[in-house]
C-alpha cells in the first residue's frame, strides 16, 4: 500500500477529530506499521487521556500492547485492569 499518503491522511484527520480514537488508533497502528515506533509512543502517550475519557479500555489495551511487548502479560493485564477501574470509578 501507500504508506505515505495513509500517513498524510491520518495526520490530517487528525488535526479535525482530534478526540476520535478511531482516528487516533488508525494513526498509532499505521506508525507502527511503518516501523516509526518512536512516532507512535509519542502519540500514544500524548492522547491517553483521550483513550481515557472515550472508555476505549479495548484500543487502549491493544495499542499499549504493541507498544510496549516487552512487558509480561500478566503485568500488563493487571495495569489494565487498575486502569480500566479507575476509570469506572471517576465516572461514578
Known amino acids: 500500500?501507500?504508506?505515505?499518503?495513509?500517513?498524510?491522511?491520518?495526520?490530517?484527520?487528525?488535526?479535525?477529530?482530534?478526540?476520535?480514537?478511531?482516528?487516533?488508533?488508525?494513526?498509532?497502528?499505521?506508525?507502527?506499521?511503518?516501523?516509526?515506533?518512536?512516532e507512535a509512543r509519542n502519540i500514544f502517550e500524548r492522547t491517553k487521556n483521550i483513550f481515557k475519557k472515550a472508555k476505549a479500555v479495548d484500543q487502549y489495551n491493544s495499542l499499549g500492547k504493541q507498544l510496549h511487548p516487552e512487558k509480561s502479560s500478566n503485568s500488563s493485564t493487571v495495569a489494565w485492569t487498575q486502569w480500566a477501574y479507575l476509570t469506572i470509578k471517576e465516572v461514578s
Open 1 to 38: 500500500g501507500n504508506y505515505e499518503e495513509a500517513l498524510s491522511f491520518y495526520k490530517n484527520i487528525v488535526k479535525y477529530h482530534p478526540v476520535d480514537t478511531r482516528f487516533l488508533s488508525g494513526y498509532i497502528r499505521l506508525s507502527i506499521k511503518t516501523g516509526n515506533i518512536a
